[in-house]
């Protein structure tokens, strides 16, 4: 079954979120400090995804128009919107922000090249195994995550889900007109990207900075189809 690394993954995320709602006997100290970790590995994981980066000139070109689209469109603040929508009809009884939760679950568990990759071979190849070793990452996370976000971030588990789905079924699609070399650069360029926004993470978990990172999503795409124009020249 070529979903079962997607469907994993997003229980994976959803079984961690409801331990970390049930562990809520962690002292704030604890969490502050756990919170405090995971940032800086977050932050070791978009390093590491930005030096093997080989064409960093379309990566910054990506980010730009990227951030850009994403302020004017104010995408941060829709997702936001969606958020307080599911706080207002749910509320949140265990601490933490829906909204704040449901986005830092989502760029945590979609940007990077586990998910590009992991999905691009159960849609090339049909083997699951990166997507099931993303999916043991990201329960730690989870349960990390909810104890310190509340439940938005079980809420994550959505998308993460539509999204792994996508990019499998737009395997089956691209791997009919798109040669392999062109798709290993368009894979080397997400994880380039992802990793900057991994970087903004990181530090906005440190409370370094507050950058808006939601609107740096579209960065993900645009350097997708750079890589596809830069074919033609």
């Known amino acids: 079954m070529i979903f079962a690394g997607a469907l994993v993954n997003s229980l994976a995320i959803l079984i961690g979120g409801v331990l970390g709602m049930v562990l809520t006997f962690i002292p704030e100290n604890i969490k502050d400090a756990i919170m405090k970790i995971q940032g800086l590995f977050i932050i070791t994981m978009g390093v590491q995804m930005v030096v093997t980066a080989t064409d960093i000139l379309t990566t910054l070109i990506s980010l730009i128009v990227g951030v850009v689209i994403g302020e004017i469109i104010q995408l941060e603040k829709q997702l936001n919107r969606m958020g307080h929508m599911l706080e ?51 329960f730690f996370i989870a349960l990390v995550m909810t104890a310190a976000y509340g439940r938005g971030v079980i809420f994550s588990s959505v998308p993460t889900f539509i999204y792994l789905v996508m990019i499998v079924l737009s395997a089956r699609l691209i791997a009919t007109f798109i040669p392999q070399g062109t798709l290993d650069m368009m894979i080397d360029q997400v994880s380039a990207t992802g990793g900057v926004i991994l970087l903004a993470i990181g530090l906005n978990m440190l409370n370094v900075t507050q950058m808006r990172v939601g609107n740096m999503i579209p960065a993900i795409f645009i350097g997708m189809i750079l890589v596809w124009l830069l074919t033609f020249f």
């Not at 749910?90 to 704040?100: F, P, R, T, V, Y």
């Not at 071979?121 to 999916?135: E, F």
Request: proline share 0%; no cysteine; aromatic share 4%.
């Open 88 to 138: 207002l009809r749910l509320g949140d009884k265990h601490g933490g922000n829906i909204s704040q939760g449901l986005i830092s679950g989502m760029l945590i568990f979609i940007v990077g090249a586990m998910g590009i990759v992991g999905g691009l071979d159960a849609g090339l190849r049909g083997n699951n195994d990166v997507l099931y070793t993303k999916a043991a990452m990201d």
